[in-house]
């Protein structure tokens, strides 16, 4: 982990602890963080979906049964 100095606006930072219910600005920044990222993931796969890059009806757990038959 580094450490960075930055501005944070003060009303949306007490907003960010109030919604992730955190006591400091750092847990609420780190969580801020760490949601956007998993946002953008989520939205990555939604859209490989989109694409066909993924196929949902594939069933890994029977595909060897299947493979077999």
Same mark, same amino acid.
């Given at each position: 982990?580094?450490?960075?100095?930055?501005?944070?606006?003060?009303?949306?930072?007490?907003?960010? @602890?109030?919604?992730?219910?955190? #006591?400091?600005?750092?847990?609420?920044?780190?969580? $801020? @963080?760490? &949601?956007?990222? #998993?946002?953008? %993931?989520?939205? &990555?796969? @939604?859209?490989?979906?989109?694409?066909?890059?993924?196929?949902?009806?594939?069933? $890994? %757990?029977?595909?060897?049964?299947?493979? $077999?038959?």
């Amino acid at each position: 982990m580094s450490r960075t100095v930055i501005d944070l606006d003060e009303d949306t930072t007490a907003e960010l @602890m109030k919604l992730y219910n955190v #006591k400091t600005k750092a847990a609420a920044v780190r969580r $801020a @963080m760490e &949601e956007t990222v #998993k946002l953008h %993931r989520r939205m &990555e796969f @939604m859209d490989a979906i989109d694409r066909g890059e993924v196929d949902l009806a594939h069933d $890994a %757990r029977t595909a060897d049964t299947q493979d $077999a038959v």
